[in-house]
């Protein structure tokens, strides 16, 4: 359920219940399905109404605003709240063959999602997570490294990771360690570890861009498993 349904269900609720603890009209009370469509016509004028504004702004963006007016634009699609997530997921992804401009814009966005409340719209994260353009899938990343609902979108990114190389594949770890936990701490232990130079370079500059604290342990014991085995040669 939307996190908004629930205090649009009480305000629906309130004269119902009014109505029925004065004994005027109890038949009168609508059924639970009758609250839910009012709640969801509710949301759905709400989206209608900020809709333009949304289109607004993004069209803003895209027009190349000047870069110190760059914070202020993300701060108007900030201030349009939890409502508005579903509207700019869109504009996450601009597509292979986007313009500056429009790679600008989608970054934006992806700037002020990470600001909202993407509670409500995680399956539309990951289905961007799965089928987005390159640049589009380091926007949702992005998002997803404040999303709340972590151990729902974890498995996604680690999956993303292991499957993918280059600079999405950076953006994808730098995206776990942001999330942390025990399940990174595990993935950082194993990469350092490995044999592969290059996943052991990977991940000592994902860690030393985030200023982990949680991965001390693992870069000592990959030191110390280096200076053994210099110690045998």
Known sequence: MHPA???????????AAARGEGGKDPLARESLEDLLARAKAQRQAVQQRINGDVLALVKELESGPAPDDLARHVDRLVALGEEAAPLLVPYLDAGDAATDKERLRAQQ???????????????????????????????TLRVLQSHPDRE???PAIEALFRASEGNLKRSA????????????????A?????????????????????????AVAPVRGLLAQSSAGRARK
């Not at 349904?5 to 004269?15: D, E, R, T, Y």
């Not at 700037?111 to 899938?137: H, M, N, Q, Y």
């Not at 730098?174 to 993935?187: K, M, N, S």
């Open 152 to 154: 729902r979108t974890r």
């Open 109 to 139: 966005v992806a700037l002020a999602l990470v600001r909202i409340d993407t509670s409500a719209i995680t399956a539309e994260l990951l289905t961007s997570l799965a089928s987005a353009s390159l640049d589009g899938k380091r926007n």
């Open 5 to 15: 349904l629930p205090l649009a269900l009480l305000a629906l609720l309130a004269p």
């Open 173 to 188: 770890l730098r995206t776990l360690i942001a999330i942390g936990g025990p399940e990174t701490d595990t993935l950082l």
């Open 190 to 214: 194993q990469l350092l570890a490995g044999s592969d130079d290059a996943l052991i370079a990977l991940a000592l500059e994902g860690l030393a861009e985030a200023k982990s604290a949680g």
